[in-house]
């Protein structure tokens, strides 16, 4: 294996579990978004490639550094990725860190506790959402709000998953603790279906994941940028709804991924909500004796 088409998992950015660059976001920056998203998938896909061994995956990860750094003939996606960077004057911070996260995935299979967990989607997760709010040009404060977010994204992801990504390469992100406090090892997430004690540490870690969320609940409502807040304010809703779903359906045996329907539903509900809330705010402060007496 010498390049990043041969880890490829044919996935796509429109196969995520939450919006990429949708219809909502400027149409001049997509592109760049987009950019991003290439990297992270030809990463993400060398590290959970089911048959390279991790000496092959390590290499490839390097390559794609070193496009990023501008070796020429390196990786298509980390040249293409500067390219961008370099065009909007953005830092390249985010990218090394998610290379970060994926180098851990080649080397590590198991996380202790929470703890290790929140620091893993330092890396993983919180840099595609940093990287989005730069783009748009606004406040590194939002990053604590964005932050939460993308750690609850992570953690949804990693629990909807966690039988296929135990069976298919051997890594379990549910926190070895959670499981020891059950009487449960890692084995049982090759079963048909959860048992009580597996469903009871489930549910306890997506309701750990909804207090991520209400932090981050605020977040779309103090973004600047009308149309990426619609986005944030549509992800937030999602997200909500499937820690809803961790709550009731064992992601071993039944379907935990929205529908495209349910999606779209959850979507114009987020959304609306987000756009209902900008609109009062503004007319509000439009309104004289809202805000103190008018002498």
């Known amino acids: 294996m010498t390049g990043a088409a041969d880890f490829t998992s044919g996935k796509g950015h429109r196969d995520e579990n939450f919006p990429v660059a949708s219809r909502l976001v400027r149409a001049e920056l997509r592109p760049a978004i987009l950019a991003f998203y290439r990297f992270a998938r030809a990463a993400d896909d060398v590290a959970d490639h089911a048959t390279a061994d991790a000496a092959h995956k390590l290499a490839q990860l390097d390559r794609l550094e070193a496009g990023l750094r501008g070796q020429a003939g390196a ?5 293409a990725l500067r390219s961008t960077l370099l065009a909007r004057g953005l830092t390249d911070r985010h990218a090394h860190d998610l290379l970060e996260a994926f180098r851990r ?6 996380y202790a506790d929470w703890g290790e967990l929140m620091d893993y989607c330092r890396f993983s997760a919180a840099p595609v959402g940093r990287f989005v709010l730069d783009l748009h040009g606004e406040s590194d404060a939002l990053w604590p709000l964005n932050d939460a977010l993308c750690a609850a994204l992570q953690v949804i992801n990693h629990l909807q998953d966690c039988a296929k990504d135990y069976r298919s390469i ?4 549910v926190p070895l603790d959670r499981l020891a406090a059950e009487g449960l090892d890692v084995d049982c997430l090759s079963a048909r279906q959860a048992s009580p004690a597996l469903r009871r540490v489930i549910v306890g870690l997506a309701q750990q994941t909804g207090a991520l969320l209400d932090r981050s609940r605020p977040f779309a409502d103090r973004i600047a940028d009308r149309r990426l807040a619609l986005e944030v304010g549509v992800i937030q809703t999602l997200a909500e709804s499937l820690v809803r779903r961790l709550e009731r359906r064992d992601p071993l045996s039944e ?31 439009r309104q004289p004796g809202l805000h103190g007496s008018q002498g």
């Open 170 to 173: 051997d890594r379990v992100y």
């Open 105 to 110: 995935d080649v080397t590590k299979q198991r």
């Open 75 to 79: 990786s298509g996606e980390g040249e």
């Open 255 to 285: 379907r935990v991924h929205h529908r495209a329907v349910e999606a779209a539903f959850l979507a114009l509900r987020g959304g609306f909500a987000v756009a209902l809330r900008r609109l009062m705010r503004v007319t509000g402060a």
